[in-house]
């Protein structure tokens, strides 16, 4: 890979601001100051940018425990992005894989692994993925059924089969929900639909991963290679 482009991807600065510095002559490739951008580096050598040093990385996988008020996005004029949590970041094709509304926590993979993402999302692969909720009104055996059965929620088909356990059922009820697809809002929409609001939610799994209880939200940290493992096999 040429030697600017892997810098720029190790997140050493822009395209032209990498440029420069080599130019500039102030970057190393194994102890040897090289000046010209399109000079060819591999993966093994060590690049080395105004004495850091900066070692090629491929994938980077984290869990994130997504706070409400940040957006799951790569960039946002307004608001703060999923993407500047990951302060330890070396890549800069890095992206949440799926979306989480504004105000929902939890957890988010983010990934600069395109492949995988895709799997995971792919609306034919049907990966599950449950939730957390507090919601306004009295869950029953009768709204598990309902969720089983499918919803209408606007779309042209009712809802997949969804999973719905009751942890505490009142005014204010609890709840754990498992669903199979990821329409927009679905599960604030699949309460909607019965009549309820959803006051708080918070994704708990996808597929094989499941959130790491001890990361506050707003923590991340790289995946395990299990865990890896466990979503690429899934
Ligand atoms: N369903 C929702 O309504 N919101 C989310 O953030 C995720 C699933």
């Known amino acids: 890979m040429r030697l600017d482009k892997y810098l720029c991807h190790m997140g050493a600065g822009t395209r032209s601001q990498v440029k420069q510095k080599i130019r500039k002559g102030l970057v190393a490739?194994?102890?040897?100051?090289?000046?010209?951008?399109?000079?060819?580096?591999?993966?093994?050598?060590?690049v080395c940018v105004e004495g850091r040093v900066f070692s090629y990385t491929e994938m980077e996988y984290y869990m994130l425990n997504k706070p409400a008020g940040c957006v799951s996005a790569r960039t946002d004029e307004k608001c703060r992005t999923v993407l500047d949590l990951i302060s330890s970041k070396k890549r800069k094709d890095l992206f949440p894989v799926g979306r989480l509304?504004?105000?929902t926590e939890g957890l988010l993979l983010i990934t600069n692994d395109g492949k995988l993402a895709h799997r995971l999302l792919s609306p034919r692969r049907h990966v599950d993925k449950?939730?957390?909720?507090?919601?306004?009104?009295?869950?029953?055996?009768?709204h598990v059924r309902a969720f089983l059965e499918g919803l209408d929620i606007g779309e042209e088909r009712p809802t997949r089969p969804a999973f719905l356990e009751v942890l505490?059922?009142?005014?204010?009820?609890?709840?754990?929900?498992?669903?199979?697809?990821?329409?927009?809002?679905?599960?604030?929409?699949?309460f909607q639909a019965v009549g309820c609001e959803v006051l708080y939610l918070k994704r708990i799994s996808m597929g094989s991963l499941t959130l790491d209880e001890s990361l506050k939200p707003g923590e991340y940290r790289p995946l395990t290679e299990e865990e890896l493992a466990g979503l690429k096999d899934g």
Do not use: F, N, W
């Not at 490739?29 to 060590?46: H, I, L, T």
């Not at 449950?130 to 009768?142: D, Q």
């Open 168 to 190: 505490l059922s009142g005014e204010i009820s609890e709840i754990r929900v498992t669903i199979c697809e990821g329409k927009y809002h679905q599960i604030k929409r699949m």
């Open 101 to 103: 509304d504004k105000d």
């Open 29 to 46: 490739v194994d102890g040897e100051c090289v000046k010209q951008p399109e000079y060819q580096v591999s993966p093994v050598q060590q």
């Open 130 to 142: 449950t939730y957390e909720a507090r919601v306004s009104g009295l869950i029953t055996g009768e």
